[in-house]
């Protein structure tokens, strides 16, 4: 259990600087979430509880980070990491079309929870912020999967060979 806390905190680690340092390419000067793909992927290799716990940690470190309304991306990444973590073992097969396809949903949906925040909390449109942010968004970080799901699947698959082989499970 420690090796894989202390492995996925390196890939956030990572992401986390691809994230909020590193941004490879910006639109409206929005960039990617390698950190929702990040926990989307977790969530889909691991159960419900590590996907939500690795969600609040990526978006509370996202939230310190960006000038977003405080708590709105933990928020999100957590319900995000539950709820994948649920649906997983009961409908979607683990698999990289899985990924893009979950990647996509739960960042529209994260759009969507920042948008009302915004709107709410500021005297920004929700159309403009639609437009600005969500769109960009969108189109941005679900290609990330490119890049988050083999990490993570093959550190899952390490970390269950290791735990099987130790009689840890």
Request: hydrophobic share 60%; proline share 3%.
């Given at each position: 259990?420690?090796?894989?806390?202390?492995?996925?905190s390196l890939v956030f680690i990572l992401f986390f600087i691809a994230d909020a340092v590193f941004v490879p390419f910006r639109l409206f000067g929005v960039g990617p979430s390698f950190l929702?793909?990040?926990?989307?992927?977790?969530?889909?290799?691991?159960?419900?509880?590590?996907?939500?716990?690795?969600?609040?940690?990526?978006?509370?470190?996202?939230?310190?980070?960006?000038?977003?309304?405080?708590?709105?991306?933990?928020?999100?990444?957590?319900?995000?990491?539950?709820?994948?973590?649920?649906?997983?073992?009961?409908?979607?097969?683990?698999?990289?079309?899985?990924?893009?396809?979950?990647?996509?949903?739960?960042?529209?949906?994260?759009?969507?929870?920042?948008?009302?925040?915004?709107?709410?909390?500021?005297?920004?449109?929700?159309?403009?912020?639609?437009?600005?942010?969500?769109?960009?968004?969108?189109?941005?970080?679900?290609?990330?999967?490119?890049?988050?799901?083999?990490?993570?699947?093959?550190?899952?698959?390490?970390?269950?060979?290791?735990?099987?082989?130790?009689?840890?499970?």
């Amino acid at each position: 259990m420690r090796k894989r806390i202390i492995g996925y905190s390196l890939v956030f680690i990572l992401f986390f600087i691809a994230d909020a340092v590193f941004v490879p390419f910006r639109l409206f000067g929005v960039g990617p979430s390698f950190l929702l793909s990040a926990t989307v992927c977790i969530a889909m290799v691991e159960k419900e509880r590590f996907g939500a716990i690795y969600g609040l940690v990526f978006g509370l470190f996202l939230d310190f980070a960006s000038a977003a309304v405080f708590g709105v991306n933990a928020l999100s990444f957590m319900i995000i990491g539950f709820i994948i973590g649920i649906t997983v073992y009961q409908k979607i097969a683990v698999s990289f079309v899985g990924a893009f396809f979950l990647t996509s949903v739960s960042t529209v949906v994260s759009c969507c929870i920042i948008a009302c925040a915004y709107t709410f909390f500021t005297s920004a449109s929700i159309a403009d912020v639609f437009l600005y942010i969500c769109i960009p968004k969108i189109i941005l970080t679900v290609p990330t999967v490119i890049v988050t799901y083999p990490i993570i699947k093959f550190m899952g698959k390490r970390f269950a060979l290791h735990e099987e082989r130790e009689g840890i499970w």
